[in-house]
């Protein structure tokens, strides 16, 4: 059974950075495309960022793009996501989620798409 778990959130300042990461075990890692999305009180998941099976491409949500970039070490089963210049409204739960490679199939997509979930970690932007 693949599991994931996110790591590296916690409080920062507005302006601030953070990196959050995300070990998979369970399965072959690089098996699966892999994803950052977030959740705030009160509104539905959404997809942040996106990062196919090698590491070789990935998608922006353009809710944070150009603030965040997504990566991956198939060498430690790990995806990051590193912040930058956050906002007061970034505060959310962030989760990472893993869709396996499927002949066909792209490899980013919205929160229906993705096959395994990580418990998430809480990131909170002070102004």
């Known amino acids: 059974q693949v599991q994931l778990v996110e790591s590296g959130g916690g409080w920062v300042q507005a302006g601030g950075s953070l990196r959050l990461s995300c070990a998979h075990s369970?399965?072959?890692?690089?098996?699966?495309?892999m994803g950052w999305f977030r959740q705030a009180p009160g509104k539905e998941r959404e997809r942040i960022a996106s990062?196919?099976?090698?590491?070789?491409?990935?998608d922006y949500a353009n809710s944070m793009k150009g603030r965040v970039t997504i990566s991956r070490d198939n060498t430690k089963n790990t995806v990051y996501l590193q912040m930058n210049t956050l906002k007061p409204e970034d505060t959310a739960v962030y989760y990472c989620?893993?869709?396996?490679?499927?002949?066909?199939?792209?490899?980013?997509?919205?929160?229906?798409?993705?096959?395994?979930w990580g418990q998430g970690t809480q990131v909170t932007v002070s102004s």
């Open positions: 369970g399965g072959t890692f690089s098996n699966y495309h």
């Open positions: 989620a893993a869709k396996v490679v499927r002949s066909g199939s792209v490899y980013y997509g919205d929160r229906f798409d993705f096959d395994y």
């Open positions: 990062i196919n099976w090698s590491g070789g491409s990935t």
